[in-house]
Protein backbone atom coordinates (compact mmCIF):
# COMPACT_ATOMS: atom_id res chain seq x y z
CA UNK A 1 0.00 0.00 0.00
CA UNK A 2 1.29 3.52 -1.35
CA UNK A 3 2.06 6.12 1.70
CA UNK A 4 -0.44 8.45 0.55
CA UNK A 5 -3.16 5.23 1.16
CA UNK A 6 -1.73 4.18 4.86
CA UNK A 7 -2.18 8.00 5.67
CA UNK A 8 -5.91 8.30 4.23
CA UNK A 9 -6.23 5.34 6.34
CA UNK A 10 -4.42 6.82 9.95
CA UNK A 11 -6.74 9.57 9.26
CA UNK A 12 -9.87 7.25 8.79
CA UNK A 13 -8.72 5.67 11.94
CA UNK A 14 -8.33 8.85 13.68
CA UNK A 15 -11.74 10.03 12.49
CA UNK A 16 -12.94 7.23 14.14
CA UNK A 17 -11.28 7.67 17.23
CA UNK A 18 -12.74 10.86 17.60
CA UNK A 19 -16.00 9.79 16.83
CA UNK A 20 -15.83 7.65 19.91
CA UNK A 21 -14.77 10.24 22.00
CA UNK A 22 -17.48 12.31 20.90
CA UNK A 23 -20.23 9.84 21.48
CA UNK A 24 -18.43 9.75 25.28
CA UNK A 25 -19.00 13.13 25.34
CA UNK A 26 -22.90 13.02 25.26
CA UNK A 27 -22.92 9.94 27.35
CA UNK A 28 -21.07 11.49 29.50
CA UNK A 29 -22.81 14.69 29.63
CA UNK A 30 -26.28 13.12 29.74
CA UNK A 31 -25.58 11.01 32.43
CA UNK A 32 -23.50 13.28 34.57
CA UNK A 33 -24.86 13.26 38.17
CA UNK A 34 -23.75 14.37 41.75
CA UNK A 35 -22.78 16.91 43.18
CA UNK A 36 -20.99 18.40 40.60
CA UNK A 37 -23.61 17.89 38.03
CA UNK A 38 -24.03 21.46 37.00
CA UNK A 39 -20.54 21.70 35.76
CA UNK A 40 -19.68 18.36 34.61
CA UNK A 41 -22.62 18.94 31.90
CA UNK A 42 -21.44 22.37 31.09
CA UNK A 43 -17.55 21.13 30.55
CA UNK A 44 -18.72 18.33 28.82
CA UNK A 45 -20.69 20.52 26.24
CA UNK A 46 -17.86 22.70 25.88
CA UNK A 47 -15.18 20.27 25.19
CA UNK A 48 -17.80 18.75 22.98
CA UNK A 49 -18.22 21.48 20.65
CA UNK A 50 -14.15 22.33 20.75
CA UNK A 51 -14.69 18.63 19.72
CA UNK A 52 -16.78 18.87 16.88
CA UNK A 53 -14.76 21.58 15.11
CA UNK A 54 -11.39 19.44 14.88
CA UNK A 55 -13.94 16.18 13.94
CA UNK A 56 -15.25 18.17 10.89
CA UNK A 57 -11.91 19.03 9.78
CA UNK A 58 -10.37 15.84 9.91
CA UNK A 59 -13.16 14.64 7.53
CA UNK A 60 -12.73 17.57 5.47
CA UNK A 61 -8.40 16.92 5.53
CA UNK A 62 -9.59 13.21 4.25
CA UNK A 63 -11.41 14.62 1.16
CA UNK A 64 -8.32 17.20 0.54
CA UNK A 65 -6.24 14.01 0.17
CA UNK A 66 -8.87 12.81 -2.70
CA UNK A 67 -9.63 10.13 0.26
CA UNK A 68 -13.42 8.93 1.51
CA UNK A 69 -13.90 9.40 5.17
CA UNK A 70 -15.52 6.89 7.23
CA UNK A 71 -19.22 7.50 7.54
CA UNK A 72 -21.00 5.09 9.31
CA UNK A 73 -21.16 4.16 12.88
CA UNK A 74 -20.54 0.76 12.13
CA UNK A 75 -16.75 1.54 10.32
CA UNK A 76 -15.91 4.08 13.04
CA UNK A 77 -16.41 1.20 15.77
CA UNK A 78 -14.05 -1.24 13.75
CA UNK A 79 -11.99 1.12 12.94
CA UNK A 80 -11.44 2.93 16.08
CA UNK A 81 -8.86 1.93 18.30
CA UNK A 82 -10.35 3.02 21.70
CA UNK A 83 -13.19 1.21 23.31
CA UNK A 84 -16.93 2.41 23.49
CA UNK A 85 -18.02 4.27 27.33
CA UNK A 86 -17.37 1.64 30.15
CA UNK A 87 -17.85 3.77 33.20
CA UNK A 88 -20.54 4.10 35.46
CA UNK A 89 -20.95 7.50 35.01
CA UNK A 90 -18.43 8.10 38.64
CA UNK A 91 -16.90 11.72 37.61
CA UNK A 92 -13.36 10.03 38.33
CA UNK A 93 -13.95 7.43 35.85
CA UNK A 94 -15.43 9.75 33.36
CA UNK A 95 -12.26 11.76 33.57
CA UNK A 96 -9.83 8.79 34.02
CA UNK A 97 -11.12 7.46 30.66
CA UNK A 98 -11.15 10.40 28.61
CA UNK A 99 -7.69 11.36 29.41
CA UNK A 100 -6.38 7.81 28.70
CA UNK A 101 -8.32 8.17 25.23
CA UNK A 102 -7.32 11.55 24.59
CA UNK A 103 -3.45 10.50 25.22
CA UNK A 104 -3.76 7.62 23.16
CA UNK A 105 -5.27 9.73 20.51
CA UNK A 106 -2.12 12.16 20.78
CA UNK A 107 0.34 8.99 20.80
CA UNK A 108 -1.06 7.64 17.32
CA UNK A 109 -0.78 10.91 16.03
CA UNK A 110 2.84 11.26 17.36
CA UNK A 111 4.26 8.10 16.80
CA UNK A 112 2.25 7.02 13.10
CA UNK A 113 0.39 10.25 12.08
CA UNK A 114 2.99 12.49 11.73
CA UNK A 115 6.25 10.16 10.19
CA UNK A 116 3.70 8.74 8.14
CA UNK A 117 3.16 12.29 6.84
CA UNK A 118 6.87 13.13 6.40
CA UNK A 119 7.06 9.82 4.61
CA UNK A 120 4.27 11.06 1.87
CA UNK A 121 6.38 14.75 2.17
CA UNK A 122 3.52 16.18 2.80
CA UNK A 123 4.19 19.34 5.17
CA UNK A 124 0.26 20.02 5.03
CA UNK A 125 -0.49 17.32 7.05
CA UNK A 126 1.80 17.65 9.31
CA UNK A 127 0.68 21.09 10.40
CA UNK A 128 -2.43 20.12 10.68
CA UNK A 129 -1.82 16.54 12.74
CA UNK A 130 0.18 19.17 14.75
CA UNK A 131 -2.68 21.31 15.35
CA UNK A 132 -5.04 18.65 16.39
CA UNK A 133 -2.14 17.16 18.96
CA UNK A 134 -2.30 20.77 20.32
CA UNK A 135 -5.93 20.79 21.10
CA UNK A 136 -6.45 17.78 22.69
CA UNK A 137 -3.15 18.76 24.47
CA UNK A 138 -5.38 21.67 25.64
CA UNK A 139 -8.20 19.77 26.50
CA UNK A 140 -6.14 17.50 28.67
CA UNK A 141 -4.85 19.96 30.76
CA UNK A 142 -8.36 22.04 31.22
CA UNK A 143 -9.46 18.58 32.45
CA UNK A 144 -6.80 18.46 34.77
CA UNK A 145 -7.46 21.72 35.86
CA UNK A 146 -11.01 20.94 36.55
CA UNK A 147 -11.69 20.92 40.64
CA UNK A 148 -14.32 19.60 42.59
CA UNK A 149 -13.92 20.64 45.67
Not at 22 to 49: C, D, M, N, S
Not at 80 to 96: G, I, N, P, V, Y
Request: hydrophobic share 45%; with cysteine.
Amino acid sequence: METQQRLILFLNRLLSNYFVVHTKWYRYQWFAKGPHVILLKKTFRQFQEAWEKDLQLIAEHILYLNGKPFATMVKFIKESSLEEAQADDLESEMFEQIERDLRAIVHDIEKEGIPLAKEAEDLFTIFFLLQIQSNIRRILNECRDISFD
